[in-house]
C-alpha cells in the first residue's frame, strides 16, 4: 500500500518562500515519477510540477515556472517543492502524487487516487 506524507506547508506573506516535502513508503520510489498538484478553495486540483524517476525531466505549471522547482532524493524517498516569490494567488492545498512510469503523465496519475493528506499553503498580501 502506497503511502505519501506531505510536510512544509504553512503561512507567509507576498515574496516569501516555503519547500514542501513528500515523503513516499510502500512502494520502489525509483519506479516512479512524482508530481506536486495543489486545490485552491473552490477550485478543482491542478497540477504544479513533475520530475521523472530520475529528476531529471521536469516540468511546471507556467504561472509557477520561474518560482517553483521540483527535485527529489531517491535515496530518502523524497520529493520536494521549492516555492519562491509565493503570491496570494498560490494559497492552496498541495498534494503530492506518483505515476509508476519513467516519465510523469498528469492525467493518468490525477486518475491514479493516490493522494496524500495534503499540505495548506497559505499567502497573504
Known amino acids: 500500500q502506497v503511502q505519501l506524507v506531505e510536510s512544509g506547508g504553512g503561512s507567509v506573506q507576498a515574496g516569501g518562500s516555503l519547500r514542501l516535502s513528500c515523503v513516499a513508503s510502500?512502494?520502489?520510489?525509483?519506479?516512479?515519477?512524482m508530481g506536486w498538484f495543489r486545490q485552491a478553495p473552490g477550485k478543482e486540483r491542478e497540477f504544479v510540477a513533475a520530475?521523472?524517476?530520475?529528476?531529471?525531466?521536469?516540468f511546471y505549471k507556467q504561472s509557477v515556472k520561474d518560482r517553483f522547482t521540483i527535485s527529489r532524493d531517491n535515496t530518502k524517498n523524497t520529493v520536494y517543492l521549492q516555492m519562491n516569490n509565493l503570491q496570494p494567488n498560490d494559497t492552496a492545498v498541495y498534494y503530492c502524487?506518483?505515476?509508476?512510469?519513467?516519465?510523469?503523465?498528469?492525467?493518468?496519475?490525477?486518475?491514479?487516487?493516490?493522494w496524500g493528506q495534503g499540505t495548506q499553503v497559505t499567502v497573504s498580501s
Open positions: 502524487n506518483q505515476d509508476p512510469r519513467e516519465y510523469f503523465d498528469v492525467l493518468r496519475a490525477a486518475a491514479s487516487g493516490t
Open positions: 510502500g512502494g520502489t520510489f525509483t519506479d516512479h515519477a
Open positions: 520530475c521523472s524517476w530520475s529528476g531529471g525531466s521536469i
